[in-house]
């Protein structure tokens, strides 16, 4: 069976994840949730997207684990990148979950549209300790559509503040469709979360080169609205 490393997104820790691993450890494989360094507990929200790499390049490392299959979300698409950069002796697959995939010389902001990169560095400057939240009718409409209001409430309480660092510095030396690792992307068909004037997939998903394409039903955030649906994606592009 295989071992699945899954790697959240800006706002999120490792333990939103665990409603998605359970289906697919109850399938027989291994499944670890490591918190990227900057959303764990205590963590300076100064911290820059090269530490965030390191963190989970680290963690594999720490842990021994070889022949992963790698799953970044959302911002996660940048830390996964940056890890397949770092150490793809560790990494039989990367996985694309509605994330952002950097070419060398671009930071994440590079992909998002000017409003959000307006509406950050407003929220930023008024939080003054180098992070940003979401605003809830943003995270409401646009990242949870597919839940109930119940549900988006009590997803959104547990985020934390982001570092905004790490939506604007660069740290990658090879493009995507250069490193010769299998790849898949995960496009979860009602995600608005980026307006499809920017759409996920083709638009980020084709810098991958080869890949293999899993759509789903879903919005941004369906580790929240439907886990088990999710973890039946991960698992089809994951599979050999």
Not at 40 to 56: F, M
Not at 195 to 222: D, I, T
């Amino acid at each position: 069976m295989s071992t699945y490393v899954l790697v959240h997104g800006a706002w999120h820790t490792g333990a939103e994840f665990e409603p998605v691993a359970a289906p697919i450890r109850a399938a027989g494989h291994q499944v670890y949730t490591p918190t990227i360094k900057g959303n764990r507990p205590g963590d300076a929200k100064t911290t820059g997207l090269k530490e965030a790499i390191q963190s989970i390049a680290d963690y594999l490392a720490e842990n021994n684990l070889k022949d992963v299959i790698l799953l970044g979300h959302s911002y996660g698409g940048m830390i996964i990148t940056g890890v397949a950069d770092l150490a793809p002796e560790r990494i039989r697959r990367l996985v694309y979950w509605n994330a952002f995939v950097p070419n060398n010389g671009e930071c994440l902001n590079d992909m998002v549209p000017p409003h959000y990169i307006g509406l950050f560095d407003t929220i930023a400057a008024e939080r003054g300790d180098g992070s940003v939240v979401l605003p809830f009718p943003v995270w409401r409409e646009a990242f949870i559509n597919d839940a109930d209001l119940e549900t988006a409430q009590r997803a959104y309480n547990v985020l934390n503040p982001h570092p905004l660092a790490t939506f604007t510095d660069i740290t990658l030396k090879t493009n995507p469709a250069e490193m010769p690792l299998a790849k898949s992307y995960i496009n979860c068909t009602e995600d608005t979360a980026m307006p499809h004037g920017y759409p996920w997939h083709p638009r980020l998903s084709e810098k991958l080169g080869l890949f293999r394409l899993v759509q789903v039903p879903g919005s941004h955030e369906l580790c929240f609205s439907d886990p088990a649906r999710l973890a039946k994606a991960i698992m089809e592009a994951g599979r050999d």
